[in-house]
């Protein structure tokens, strides 16, 4: 087995969990779409959390330098969040599977960011 058809493998049988309650199934397109609305809340989340982090950093500790060193480290994470979507779709060279493929690792990421941000602030 190629290692693209174990990575398509691996996330097609991923993209269930992480289309949060919906089950994304069907052709290309509609999974795709499906996962999409995932994004988008977990995108929704993500600028909740940041906001919280945000204020927390400017009440708590009332430092300039803290609020902006978060604004740099956001700025910093969107750049490797782009970075790791481009390197895993590169892994499969596209095809039907690539829009798919790059959302689910999106959303992977955009969790991660949250827990992060969670935890730390």
């Known amino acids: 087995m190629k290692f693209g058809t174990l990575v398509v493998t ?6 269930p969990l ?4 919906e089950s994304c199934d069907g052709n290309a397109p ?3 779409a499906c996962l999409a609305k995932s994004l988008k809340a977990a995108d929704s989340d993500l600028n909740a ?3 919280k982090a945000l204020k927390i950093a400017g009440d708590q500790y009332h430092r300039s330098t803290d609020v902006q060193n978060l604004r740099d480290a956001e700025r910093k994470w969107i750049a490797y969040r782009d970075a790791i979507r481009k390197a895993e779709y ?4 596209g095809g039907t599977a690539g829009p798919s493929i790059q959302i689910s690792c999106l959303i992977r ?3 991660q960011r949250i827990s992060d941000l969670q935890s730390e602030y």
């Open 49 to 51: 959390e940041y906001r």
């Open 10 to 15: 691996a996330v097609f049988l991923t993209i």
């Open 30 to 32: 509609e999974m795709a």
């Open 18 to 21: 992480l289309a949060q309650s």
């Open 109 to 111: 990421i955009t969790e």
């Open 90 to 93: 590169g892994l499969v060279g």
